[in-house]
């Protein structure tokens, strides 16, 4: 018998944002990279998602609020990861990718989630779009119906690359890196979600991420993109 409660995977959420919420993620990385086209950092299509015969279909949630605050300093990251110590780009995206898609409602409550996510963020406000990561999370309805059947989720990370117009954009004008130290990074894996009664189902994943890696500084997660770019 099929789970009456929806499965529900953290990255799917932001896929719906409008074109002016677009905009302003485009308008960040060019910004940062000055070599970069917006239709070519962020605009391209996400590919087909690969979902077990098993899996119920995805809720649908209405999207938390841009102006939505910051978690307080008070609440601890319950099941989510600290930030690795990372200063290469692809790794530290694998390792948040891995973040992304694991979660565990049963010891972890939204408010929790949202703190261990924010730390992963780099401290420069002026290349933190910590809606586009707050935006991952499901709304707190969502996520009480998601805890009343203790859904978690693990991840497996495959492989992570340097998309080919941010490789591009270095090769034409590799001073361009060096005014903010954002990377693009786009990572694919798998991501395996349960809940009660043996219920659960798996899906491929893929995501983009701008990833800020000073030299001599750990790596730090500037932002993510709502789709993917190959």
């Given at each position: ?8 995977s ?14 302003v ?19 391209s ?20 609020s ?6 307080t300093?008070e ?28 979660y ?11 703190a261990?996510m ?8 002026k ?21 009343d ?14 998309p ?34 043996g219920g ?16 001599g ?13 190959q």
């Open positions: 018998m099929r789970n009456r409660f929806p499965t529900l953290l990255s799917s959420y932001g896929v719906g944002w409008s074109a002016n919420r677009r905009i993620i485009v308008a960040l990385v060019v910004t940062v990279l000055l070599a970069i086209a917006a239709a070519v950092a962020w605009l299509g996400s590919g087909n998602a690969h979902r077990d015969p098993t899996a119920a279909r995805p809720a649908t949630a209405h999207r938390p841009s102006a939505e605050p910051a978690p300093a609440a601890s990251p319950g099941s989510v990861p600290e930030p690795p110590q990372i200063a290469e780009p692809v790794a530290y995206a694998k390792a948040a990718a891995q973040m992304l898609w694991s565990d409602t049963r010891d972890t409550s939204r408010d929790q989630q949202l261990g924010r730390a992963w963020m780099t401290k420069e406000p290349y933190a779009d910590w809606a586009s990561v707050s935006g991952q999370v499901p709304d707190p309805l969502l996520w009480s119906r998601m805890a059947q203790d859904q978690h989720a693990t991840a497996r990370v495959t492989e992570g690359h340097y080919g117009a941010f490789k591009q954009a270095l090769a034409e004008d590799p001073s361009a890196i060096t005014e903010a130290y954002i990377y693009v990074v786009t990572v694919n894996g798998k991501q395996q979600i349960a809940w009660k009664k659960g189902g798996a899906e491929e994943r893929a995501v983009t991420f701008a990833v800020q890696c000073r030299p500084h750990d790596c730090a997660l500037a932002a993510i993109a709502p789709s993917v770019t």
